[in-house]
């Protein structure tokens, strides 16, 4: 056997470095998703952050924070509450409204019809937004990106 032919051989048998191969065409695969990984959960623990804030404001309107049906007290109660989670006060809503048999009324202070179902409602939202830190990953191009998330949670006062 010439020593070329005898090199070629020797290289066909010898698998030193096929770890290492298989490793460079896998690692780009696992780095996009553990990225991916990251950023949704990141994500996601925003989204459950701000839902979390949205029904601790309900739930101080319907665990006694809140003894009266006007509606004032219902929004700023539930606003200072919503506002300490918020990223900002402005990004909290409160709207508050009367049903009166299952019809929504625009005056949540009013009265229904004498054997109507009376029912007040009270309901925040707050909206906030996650900056991905792979934002290519969510189709993204710009760098500075947000993604909206909001949280909301509705109760009944009475």
Same mark, same amino acid.
């Given at each position: %056997?010439?020593?070329? *032919?005898?090199?070629?051989?020797?290289?066909?048998?010898?698998?030193?470095? +096929?770890?290492?191969? @298989?490793?460079?065409?896998?690692?780009p695969v696992?780095?996009?998703?553990?990225?991916?990984s990251i950023d949704c959960a990141r994500l996601l623990s925003t989204k459950v952050r701000l839902q979390q804030a949205a029904?601790?404001?309900?739930? %101080?309107?319907?665990? *006694?924070?809140?003894?009266?049906?006007?509606?004032?007290?219902?929004?700023? +109660?539930?606003?200072? @509450?919503?506002?300490?989670?918020?990223?900002?006060?402005?990004?909290v809503s409160v709207s508050t409204w009367l049903e009166c048999n299952g019809t929504k009324q625009?005056?949540?202070?009013?009265?229904?019809?004498t054997g109507d179902q009376v029912a007040r409602f009270a309901s925040v939202s707050i909206a906030g937004s996650y900056t991905p830190s792979f934002p290519w990953l969510f189709g993204r191009t710009a760098t500075n990106s947000a993604i909206a998330v909001s949280g909301s949670a509705s109760v009944r006062v009475q």
């Open positions: %056997m010439s020593p070329l *032919g005898y090199l070629v051989a020797r290289l066909r048998r010898d698998d030193r470095g +096929a770890s290492l191969v @298989e490793l460079a065409m896998i690692a696992l780095l996009v998703t553990v990225a991916g029904e601790r404001a309900v739930e %101080m309107a319907s665990a *006694g924070g809140i003894r009266t049906s006007q509606s004032g007290s219902v929004q700023t +109660a539930m606003q200072t @509450e919503a506002s300490a989670a918020a990223p900002s006060s402005s990004q625009a005056d949540f202070d009013g009265d229904c019809n």
